[in-house]
């Protein structure tokens, strides 16, 4: 296989996804499910030494100081995370705008690397500027970067599935 050419429009669902993807800490991994409730614990872990040096110390801190702590160790988390989603709404949101003027774009995968064009402009990136390459629901999404870029699986060639399509990003990579 020397080229694969998709003609596609990405939808709003299809770029959140790519851009959740992509949310990997440095080092490329996906942080694992126990990572968040790790910060709750820790939090409480926070909350209980502050009570243990304060016993060690003979200082009285009441327990609704410790716990307005814990309660606000909790929040930052929440507001962390609300941040970050409100963030990619909006970059979803822009990245709408530009999609209706854009009209389709159309993708050519090959060894070389990736070339991509739309009314609105094209771009080429060799195989070394992808960080990752990643199944989401109906399609693939591509790490570039900073920027994610899904590809539907409905426009893959006829007859080649998402699985295949990765296969072959994954084997022009490699070889870069």
């Known amino acids: 296989m020397t080229v694969i050419e998709c003609r596609y429009r990405v939808s709003p669902e299809m770029l959140m996804a790519a851009i959740g993807a992509g949310r ?5 991994r996906r942080r694992p499910g126990w990572f968040f409730p790790l910060c709750v614990a820790g939090g409480v872990v926070i909350g209980l030494l502050a009570v243990a040096v304060q016993e060690a110390l003979g200082v009285q801190i009441s327990g609704a100081v410790v716990l307005a702590f814990c309660l606000g ?13 409100r963030r990619a709404r909006q970059i979803a949101a822009a990245h709408e705008e530009v999609a209706e ?26 195989w070394g500027a992808v960080t990752g390459i990643s199944e989401i629901a109906g399609g693939t999404a591509l790490r570039l970067g900073a920027i994610a870029m899904p590809v539907p699986d409905s426009a893959l060639p006829e007859g080649m599935g998402g699985a295949v399509f990765r296969a072959a990003l994954e084997g022009w990579k490699g070889a870069a």
Do not use: K, N
């Not at 990997?24 to 490329?28: I, N, S, V």
């Not at 009209?103 to 990736?114: Q, T």
């Open 101 to 126: 003027a854009a009209g389709d774009v159309v993708s050519r995968f090959g060894p070389e690397g990736i070339e991509s064009r739309s009314q609105v402009g094209q771009s080429f990136h060799h």
């Open 73 to 85: 160790f909790l929040a930052g988390l929440g507001l962390w995370q609300i941040s970050w989603m």
């Open 24 to 28: 990997t800490p440095r080092g490329g």
